[in-house]
C-alpha cells in the first residue's frame, strides 16, 4: 500500500553494513552485508532471535558501536549523507536532532539520582545550546503533555513512576528534539500487554502527528506486524526475508520467518501442539556452509548446504528473499 | 457467546462458601489453597507503615497430568501464590492441603517430603544457575540432598537420565559444562532436570519462558507438557501472556490485584471471557490481523494497594460496567458451568 507513496530518495538507505566483534584470538561478524531502505514516516521492523545482529545494527546506524564491536564496511546514507563519514560535530548534530533511540529498560536508561524534567532539559540543552532556561522548562512540559503524563510530575524522581510512565519519559526524550527517525529497540519488552497496548497506540498517535520514520525492533512478531509497514527478518547476521507487514504471516517466502511465524500459539481455535524451529541459530564463529539457515531447515535440499543464497526482489510486491527454494 | 445473550437460569450464585473443584465430584487435588489471605507489611516506623494485601481469599486446586495456568499483570499476586505454595511465604490466612491433608498440622518430616515433592521452576535461568559449578554439580546436589543413599555410579547415571529426558545430549557433554556455555533455553531445561531429579508431584513454573526466544519458548513448553503428561505431574504455570497459557495448560485463572476474577477451561476464557478485565487483558494481545491507529483510548492505569480493609471490586476504577454497588462489595462467584466462574457484579 505504501510502496507507492516511496519517495525517491529515502530517509536512510543501508548497504552492504558490516559490523565485527574483534575478539582476543577471532572476529566475529555479527551483521554480514545487509541492505534496507527506510522512507519518510515509514516504520520498519527488525525481526529475529537473539543474537541475530538486530540491536548491533540498530547501534550501528547511530554510530554507537563501541569496541569490541566494529563497522567494518557498507555505508548508511541518511538524507543522502554518509553517516560513517560524519566528523565529531556532524555527528553531534545527528544523534538526537536527526536520530533518537529508545531502549529496551527505559526504566533502567534514566539517572535515578536526577529528577526527570532535568534529564529531559539535559537533552535539550546539550544538542540546543542557545535555547533559554525558560525554553527548555517549557519544551520539556511540553513532551510531558505529548506523552500523557500529568504535568505536576515533571519534578519527580525516576522512581516515583511505574514501569510504562518511565517507557513513556524515554519516549519523551527521544521525541524532544523532533527528530526524523526513532529507533525503537524493544521498547515494550519489559512491560504487560495492557500497558503495551497503551505505548505502542501512543507511539503510532505520534508518529501520525510528528511524520517521523521508525525502526523497531522486538521478538514479539505480532507486534510488530500490527505497528509496522515492512518488516525485514533477520537470522544470524544476515537478512532473510523483507516485506509488508501483513504479508510476513500470511504469505512468507522464506522457511525461517514461516517457521517464527508458526511459533506464536494461537489465541482461538483448538489447543494443539507447535513444534517452533528445532535448534538453535548457529555461533558466529562456526557458521554452516551455504545458507545459514539450513541445518534447522525442514526443506533444505543438497543446494543449501554448498552454496550462499543472495536476496532477490520480487519485482511486483518489491518484497525481498534470500532463498534457494523461493526463486 | 456474548453476557447478553446469558440469561438468569444459566447463573448459579455460589453459596456464601464457594465450592472448590474437589467438592464438584472431580477427582482430589494434589495440591490446593483455600481462601487464602497474605497480607505484608509496607514501610517502616509507626507512622508510615501499612499493611498490603497481596493475595485475597484465593483458592485454587492442582491435579495430576494436569495444569493451571495464572494469568494477570504485573504485582497481581501471581509469584506470591506459587511463594505460598512452595512454603517460602506462610499465608496470612487460608490453609494448603496437600492430598487432603493440611500442611499446618505437618511434622517437620511430613514437610521436608513437601518441600520435595512441590518443585519451583523460576523465571530467570541466568540468576538461577550458580555460574561456578557446572550443570552436573547443579543436578547432584539436588539429588544427594533428597537421595543420600545413592552411590555415586548411581548419581552419575541419575544425571545422565534427567538430562536426556529434558533434550540435552550427548548428556555427558552437558553435565561438564557451566552456565556461561549453554544458551538461556538450554539453562532453562538444566532447571527443570534440576526441578525433577527428587520427583516431584507438582511443578510451579513461575514464568519459565519469559526470558526465551520465541523459537526456543515452544520447546521449553513442550517439553514441560510431555513431562506433566508422562509423569502425571500436577503443574502451576504463571505467566502474563495469555496465549501461551491456553497453549499449556487447560485450565485458566486470571488474576487481578490479587483476587481470581474468573477461571475455567483455557479454551473458554480465552475465547468467551466473561470478566472485563480478562476481556482487557485478550484485547490487548498483540493480534497479526490488527492495524494499530493510535487511535485508542488509554486502557491501563496503576492499580491502587488493597488493604486487609478494602471494599469492593478492585477493578472499579479501569471497569467500564462499573456501578454502585462495584465500589463497595467484592462480587462473589458466578458459575456458568464447566468449572467456569467469574466475579462480577454485571455480567
Not at chain 2, 555415586?152 to 557451566?178: C, K, M, N, Y
Request: with cysteine; glycine share 8%.
Amino acid at each position: 500500500m505504501s510502496s507507492d507513496l516511496i519517495a525517491p530518495m529515502p530517509l536512510l538507505q543501508v548497504r552492504n553494513l558490516t559490523v565485527d566483534y574483534i575478539g582476543e584470538n577471532a572476529i566475529a561478524r555479527a551483521v554480514n552485508g545487509i541492505d534496507f531502505d527506510i522512507a519518510e514516516g515509514e516504520a520498519f521492523g527488525l525481526a529475529g532471535e537473539s543474537g541475530c545482529g538486530k540491536s548491533t545494527v540498530a547501534f550501528a546506524l547511530a554510530r554507537l558501536t563501541r569496541l569490541p564491536g566494529l563497522v567494518s564496511g557498507g555505508s548508511i546514507r541518511f538524507r543522502g549523507e554518509e553517516v560513517l563519514d560524519f566528523g565529531p560535530e556532524r555527528l553531534r548534530k545527528y544523534r538526537w536532532n536527526e536520530v533518537s533511540f529508545v531502549f529496551q529498560s527505559a526504566m533502567n536508561a534514566l539517572n535515578p539520582v536526577m529528577r526527570v524534567s532535568e534529564q529531559i532539559m539535559d537533552t535539550v540543552r546539550a544538542h540546543q545550546p542557545k535555547a533559554t532556561g525558560d525554553e527548555v522548562r517549557a519544551r520539556a512540559l511540553e513532551m510531558f503533555d505529548l506523552v500523557g503524563i500529568p504535568s505536576r510530575r515533571l519534578d519527580d524522581y525516576p522512581h516515583q513512576f511505574s514501569g510504562g510512565m518511565r517507557q513513556r519519559i524515554g519516549i519523551a526524550i527521544a521525541m524532544c528534539l523532533n527528530p526524523r527517525l526513532v529507533i525503537m529497540d524493544e521498547p515494550t519488552t519489559a512491560l504487560d500487554v495492557v500497558v503495551q497496548r497503551d505505548i505502542i497506540e501512543q507511539i503510532c498517535d505520534l508518529k501520525n502527528n510528528l511524520g517521523f520514520s521508525v525502526l523497531f525492533i522486538t521478538h514479539d512478531l505480532g507486534l510488530m506486524i500490527e505497528f509496522c509497514d515492512r518488516i525485514g527478518v533477520m537470522y544470524a547476521g544476515e537478512l532473510v526475508e523483507t516485506a509488508a507487514a501483513d504479508q510476513i504471516l500470511t504469505a512468507p517466502r522464506h522457511p525461517y520467518t514461516r517457521a517464527l511465524g508458526q511459533s506464536f500459539p494461537p489465541l482461538t481455535g483448538p489447543r494443539r501442539r507447535l513444534e517452533g524451529i528445532a535448534g538453535s541459530p548457529p555461533p558466529l564463529s562456526a557458521l554452516p556452509q551455504g545458507c545459514r539457515f539450513s541445518p534447522r531447515c525442514t526443506s533444505a535440499v543438497a543446494l543449501c548446504g554448498i552454496e550462499v543464497p543472495t536476496l532477490q526482489t520480487d519485482p511486483q510486491t518489491k518484497g525481498q528473499v534470500a532463498c534457494h527454494l523461493a526463486q | 457467546m456474548s453476557s447478553g445473550t446469558m440469561n438468569a437460569e444459566m447463573l448459579t450464585v455460589a453459596p456464601t462458601v464457594a465450592p472448590t473443584v474437589a467438592s464438584t465430584g472431580a477427582p482430589a487435588a494434589i495440591l490446593a489453597m483455600s481462601h487464602v489471605d497474605m497480607d505484608f507489611t509496607l514501610g517502616s516506623g509507626f507512622l508510615n507503615r501499612m499493611t498490603l494485601r497481596a493475595v485475597s481469599d484465593v483458592s485454587l486446586s492442582l491435579h495430576a497430568g494436569q495444569a493451571l495456568a495464572l494469568v494477570g499483570e504485573s504485582g497481581s499476586g501471581k509469584s506470591t501464590i506459587a511463594r505460598i505454595l512452595a512454603r517460602l511465604y506462610r499465608q496470612t490466612s487460608g490453609t494448603i492441603t496437600r492430598a487432603g491433608a493440611d500442611v499446618a498440622s505437618f511434622t517437620a518430616k511430613d514437610l521436608a517430603t513437601y518441600r520435595r515433592d512441590v518443585q519451583m521452576i523460576f523465571q530467570d535461568p541466568f540468576a538461577s544457575l550458580n555460574p561456578t559449578h557446572t550443570v552436573g554439580y547443579h543436578l547432584e546436589r539436588a539429588i544427594r540432598l533428597h537421595r543420600p543413599n545413592l552411590s555415586r555410579p548411581e548419581v552419575r547415571d541419575h544425571i545422565d537420565a534427567l538430562l536426556t529426558q529434558v533434550g540435552l545430549l550427548p548428556a555427558r557433554s552437558f553435565a561438564e559444562r557451566r552456565p556461561h556455555e549453554i544458551s538461556g533455553g538450554q539453562r532453562q531445561r538444566v532447571s527443570i532436570a534440576r526441578a525433577l531429579s527428587v520427583e516431584p508431584s507438582v511443578i510451579l513454573a513461575d514464568e519459565p519462558t519469559s526470558m526465551l526466544d520465541v523459537s526456543v519458548r515452544l520447546g521449553v513448553l513442550n517439553l514441560l507438557a510431555d513431562l506433566k503428561e508422562h509423569r502425571k505431574l500436577a503443574a502451576l504455570y504463571i505467566t502474563h501472556d495469555i496465549a501461551t497459557a491456553r497453549y499449556f495448560a487447560e485450565q485458566t485463572a486470571v488474576l487481578f490485584a490479587g483476587n481470581l476474577v474468573e477461571q475455567g477451561p483455557s479454551t473458554v476464557i480465552t475465547e468467551t471471557p466473561q470478566h472485563p478485565y480478562t476481556r482487557l487483558l485478550i484485547e490487548s494481545v498483540p493480534n497479526p490481523a490488527n492495524r494499530i491507529t493510535g487511535t485508542a483510548p488509554r486502557r491501563s492505569q496503576d492499580i491502587a494497594l488493597r488493604a486487609p480493609t478494602s471494599r469492593g471490586c478492585p477493578f472499579v476504577s479501569r471497569c467500564p460496567r462499573a456501578t454502585s454497588i462495584c465500589q463497595t462489595e467484592m462480587p462473589v462467584q458466578t458459575w456458568l458451568g464447566d468449572g467456569h466462574f467469574v466475579r462480577c457484579h454485571n455480567l
